[in-house]
């Protein structure tokens, strides 16, 4: 079953994980909450990273994964 990004709880603390494909399937940012139009995600590491809110995700291993068309 398919949702959106927007439909997540907001997690401010560890961040919830959204894996994509961009780069290497095992490759994820973590989710805190929505700015907008956008999301306010973190990369391990250091980094920041913005997910459209309207992106389609699935649950995916131990978070949820973006679904590419």
Do not use: N, W
Not at 5 to 14: G, Q, V, W
Not at 42 to 60: F, K, L, N, Q, R
């Amino acid at each position: 079953m398919f949702m959106k990004l927007y439909d997540l709880p907001r997690d401010d603390e560890a961040g919830i994980k959204i894996y994509t494909d961009v780069y290497d399937e095992e490759a994820y940012v973590r989710f805190h909450h929505l700015d907008g139009m956008y999301s306010y995600c973190t990369v391990d590491g250091g980094g920041v990273a913005h997910i459209a809110a309207s992106a389609p995700i699935d649950v995916y291993k131990d978070g949820y994964r973006i679904q590419t068309p």
